[in-house]
């Protein structure tokens, strides 16, 4: 079974632009959460999807939004790109609606100029 | 929110050596994993351990769930151990709460 993917895996924009982040999770899985993780600040929970409903959102600017598709697969997108985002984006995937099992993908690294 | 917090930050051990990590956890919880992160920044799934005591090679966790905290053995410890592990437990539904971290250090 394949598991997590993201794309892409490495990112460099500049400051006031927009990037979308993909996300597939493992096949079945209808949940997806995305993870901030910085050298300052660690592991940052950034939002949960699940059968395309965004359930929970983290402490972070609207700048920050997602999406989930029919088929599992979210995105995420971060407008006015600031040095701040430069960070390693993590997305994990479960079964369970809850307290289940996390499985994550390699991650996309941004680094914002 | 559940708070995490994991000792001790840093360890740095010889080759061989045994240790044991750390997770307190301020609420109950009804799943509780531990991760090595690789060098390449992914979470490698070590346990999945609401409760009780699982192993995997030379790799064991206990989670007392009554008393808030799990702890991860290692023995014989290998270079290749080296990196930073980590515990999560949920929030809010997979609303996964991290710990800081340990960074484990290997020495040949």
């Known amino acids: 079974k394949a598991g997590v993917t993201q794309t892409p895996r490495y990112l460099i924009k500049t400051r006031g632009q927009q990037v979308t982040l993909s996300c597939s999770p493992i096949s079945g899985h209808r949940s997806v959460s995305w993870y901030q993780q910085t050298p300052g600040q660690g592991l940052q929970f950034l939002f949960e999807y699940f059968s395309e409903t965004q359930r929970n959102k983290g402490n972070f600017p609207g700048r920050f939004s997602g999406r989930q598709f029919s088929n599992s697969r979210s995105e995420m997108n971060v407008s006015t790109l600031e040095l701040g985002d430069s960070a390693l984006y993590l997305c994990?995937?479960?079964?369970?609606?809850?307290?289940?099992?996390?499985?994550f993908g390699p991650g996309t690294r941004l680094t914002v100029l | 929110g559940i708070q995490v917090e994991q000792s001790p930050p840093d360890l740095i051990l010889q080759e061989g050596a045994n240790s044991t990590l750390r997770c307190n956890f301020s609420?109950?919880?009804?799943?509780l994993q531990w991760f090595h992160q690789n060098p390449w920044g992914q979470l490698i799934n070590l346990f999945y351990?609401?409760?009780g005591t699982k192993q995997n090679g030379r790799l064991s966790a206990t989670t007392v769930a009554t008393e808030r905290y799990s702890l991860l053995y290692i023995s014989s410890s290998q270079t290749t151990d080296s990196g930073v592990y980590f515990c999560?437990?949920?929030?809010?539904?997979?609303?996964?709460?991290f710990g800081a971290g340990t960074r484990l250090t290997v020495k040949p």
């Open positions: 999560a437990a949920p929030y809010y539904n997979n609303d996964m709460r």
């Open positions: 609420d109950s919880v009804n799943n």
């Open positions: 351990i609401p409760s």
């Open positions: 994990a995937s479960s079964l369970a609606d809850s307290g289940g099992e996390q499985f």
